[in-house]
């Protein structure tokens, strides 16, 4: 069974930094691009972040461009974001997710496009 975990979320003050990290198990995910959204409650899941499937290529939301950085390790099956200068506005729920694509381009921002979920970890900006 395929599975994902996101870790890493927390409390942190405005200015401060996170790293998330999602597991992926059941399966390896080292040919398929990988992406991070996040959702407040009431709103839609928002694109975050997206990388493919070697690593080589990644896109960001314009809000995070310069303070996040996704990677990946194939090796382990791990998906990572730095998070860096941290604003409140950042406080949602982060989950990761995979496409099973080894294509690259703007369908990665749509979620509905993505075949498997983690379960999300919060995180929280104090201002």
């Known amino acids: 069974q395929v599975q994902l975990v996101e870790s890493g979320g927390g409390l942190v003050q405005a200015g401060g930094s996170l790293r998330l990290s999602c597991a992926a198990s059941?399966?390896?995910?080292?040919?398929?691009?990988m992406g991070w959204f996040r959702q407040v409650p009431g709103k839609e899941r928002e694109f975050v972040a997206a990388i493919k499937w070697n690593g080589d290529s990644t896109y960001y939301e314009d809000s995070v461009k310069g303070r996040f950085t996704i990677s990946r390790d194939n090796a382990k099956n791990t998906m990572f974001v730095q998070m860096n200068s941290l604003k409140p506005e950042d406080t949602a729920v982060y989950y990761c997710a995979v496409k099973e694509t080894l294509g690259w381009g703007p369908l990665l921002i749509d979620p509905s496009g993505y075949d498997y979920w983690g379960q999300g970890t919060q995180v929280t900006v104090s201002s």
């Open positions: 059941g399966r390896t995910f080292s040919r398929y691009a």
